[in-house]
C-alpha cells in the first residue's frame, strides 16, 4: 500500500512537472478544509478543477452522503489520519472513484450499506481500529477486487459483510484478533481465485466447514502466525487451494480424515513441530496428495526449502496501475 503511495505521489509529480495536455487532469489534491472554514456537515469536496487523486489532509470526524461535490470521477480518494470516527451509510452516494483509502483513523465499526451499489474496484480501511464490520457493509459492489482490513482489531470473519461481490478475489485482515474461522467463513466468494490473508491473528481454531459454500477453486490461504495447534485436513475437502501457508503456528498433528483424496493443494508452506509419528503420516499425506511440501525441516526424508515464488499481494490492482500507468507514457510520448 505504502508502495502504492509513494508511486503516485511520484506519479503525480512527473505528470505536473512534464506535461500537461497528456492525460489532462492527472494530478492530486490536498485538500485542507482550515482554509475552506467549513463546518463539518457540509460538503468539503468540491474542487473544480479535476483532479485524479484527492487526498483530505485535514479532520474530516465524519464520512457523510453529501461530503462530494464533484462532477467528474476520481481514481483515488484518500483519508488517512484525518481523525475520522464514523463513515456513514451510502457516503459515496453520486460520487465515482475507483480506490478508496481510509487509514490511520478511529472508526470503531464498519457499518451496514457502507459500501454499496458503487463502482468501487479497491478499498482500504487499514489501521483504523476496527472491532466491527456489520452484515451487508459491502454490498452489491460490481467492480470490487481488493477489500484491506490490516491492522485492527477484529475478532471475527463476518462473511456475511460481503454481499454481491462478482469480482472479489483478495481480503486482507493481516493483523487483527480473529479467533477462529467458522463454518462457510467464504461463502460469498464467486471468483475462481480467491486470497484470504489472516496472518497474524489469534486463530486457534478451524471449522472442519470453513470452506463449505466457496466457489472459489484456486484459493491462497495465509495463516502463518497464528496459535493453531493441530489442524484438521477435512477442511481442505472439496476443494483446491493453490497455496497453504501454515507456518509460525505451533501445529504438531494432523488430525481428520487423511484417506479422503477429493481435493487438491498445490503448496504447502508449514513448519515441522511434528513427532517422529505425526511427521510420517505429514510425509505420507502430502505424497499421496501430490502436495508440494515447503519450509519443513524434516529429519526424515528430504529437505525443500523455498522453491516457490512468493505470492503477490495486491495482484489486480497494481497491475490495473502498471497498465494505466503505461497508457499515459504512451500519450506522452505521442504527444
Ligand atoms: C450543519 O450543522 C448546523 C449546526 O450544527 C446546522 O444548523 C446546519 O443546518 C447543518 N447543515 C446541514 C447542511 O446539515
Ligand atoms: C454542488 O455544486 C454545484 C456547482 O457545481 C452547486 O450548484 C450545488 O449547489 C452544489 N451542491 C451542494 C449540495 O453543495
Ligand atoms: C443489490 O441490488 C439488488 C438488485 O439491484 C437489489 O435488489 C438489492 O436491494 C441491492 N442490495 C443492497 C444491499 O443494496
Ligand atoms: C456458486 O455456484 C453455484 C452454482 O453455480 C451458484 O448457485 C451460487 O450462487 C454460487 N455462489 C456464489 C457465492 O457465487
Ligand atoms: C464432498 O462432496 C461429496 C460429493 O461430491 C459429498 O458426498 C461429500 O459430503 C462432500 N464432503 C464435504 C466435506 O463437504
Ligand atoms: C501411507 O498411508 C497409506 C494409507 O494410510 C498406507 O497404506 C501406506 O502404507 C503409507 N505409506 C507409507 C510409506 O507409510
Ligand atoms: C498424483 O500425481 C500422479 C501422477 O501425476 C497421479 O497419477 C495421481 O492421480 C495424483 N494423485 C492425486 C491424489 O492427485
Redesign the pocket.
Given at each position: 500500500m505504502f508502495v502504492y503511495i509513494i508511486r503516485t505521489l511520484i506519479f503525480c509529480h512527473l505528470q505536473t512537472s512534464f506535461l500537461f495536455q497528456a492525460c489532462t487532469s492527472i494530478n492530486y489534491i490536498t485538500l485542507n478544509n482550515e482554509m475552506n472554514r467549513k463546518s463539518q456537515n457540509e460538503s468539503i469536496i468540491l474542487t473544480l478543477e479535476p483532479a485524479v487523486t484527492i487526498i483530505v489532509d485535514d479532520k474530516v470526524a465524519k464520512l457523510f452522503d453529501g461530503l462530494f461535490n464533484l462532477s467528474y470521477p476520481l481514481r483515488s480518494l484518500q483519508f488517512i489520519n484525518t481523525y475520522t470516527v464514523e463513515i456513514e451509510p451510502d457516503f459515496l452516494n453520486g460520487q465515482e472513484v475507483d480506490s478508496i483509502i481510509i487509514q490511520e483513523n478511529n472508526i470503531k465499526v464498519i457499518q451496514t450499506y457502507t459500501f454499496r451499489n458503487h463502482k468501487l474496484t479497491f478499498i482500504d480501511l487499514s489501521r483504523n481500529g476496527i472491532q466491527v464490520v456489520e452484515n451487508l457493509a459491502f454490498a452489491n459492489l460490481s467492480n470490487l477486487e481488493v477489500i484491506y482490513l490490516a491492522e485492527n482489531e477484529l475478532t471475527t470473519l463476518n462473511s456475511k459483510a460481503y454481499e454481491n461481490l462478482p469480482r472479489f478475489e483478495e481480503l486482507v485482515l493481516v493483523k487483527n484478533c480473529i479467533t477462529q474461522l467458522g463454518p462457510s467463513s467464504l461463502d460469498f466468494s464467486q471468483t475462481r481465485d480467491f486470497m484470504l490473508s489472516l496472518s497474524h491473528n489469534r486463530i486457534t481454531n478451524i471449522a472442519e466447514d470453513a470452506f463449505k459454500g466457496s466457489n472459489a477453486t484456486d484459493i491462497h490461504l495465509f495463516l502463518e502466525n497464528n496459535l493453531l495447534q493441530q489442524i484438521s485436513v477435512n477442511i481442505f475437502h472439496n476443494h483446491s487451494f493453490l497455496e497453504v501457508r501454515l507456518k509460525g503456528n505451533k501445529i504438531r498433528k494432523l488430525t481428520g480424515n487423511l484417506e479422503v483424496?477429493n481435493f487438491?493443494i498445490l503448496i504447502l508452506r508449514i513448519d515441522n513441530n511434528f513427532d517422529k509419528q505425526n511427521l510420517r503420516s505429514l510425509l505420507n499425506w502430502t505424497f499421496?496428495?501430490?502436495i508440494t511440501l515447503l519450509d519443513c525441516e524434516t529429519s526424515v526424508g528430504t529437505n525443500i526449502n523455498n522453491l516457490a515464488q512468493p505470492v503477490q499481494l495486491q495482484k489486480g490492482f497494481s497491475i490495473n496501475f502498471e497498465i494505466f500507468f503505461v497508457i499515459c507514457f504512451g500519450w506522452i510520448v505521442v504527444t
Open positions: 483424496q487438491k499421496r496428495n501430490n
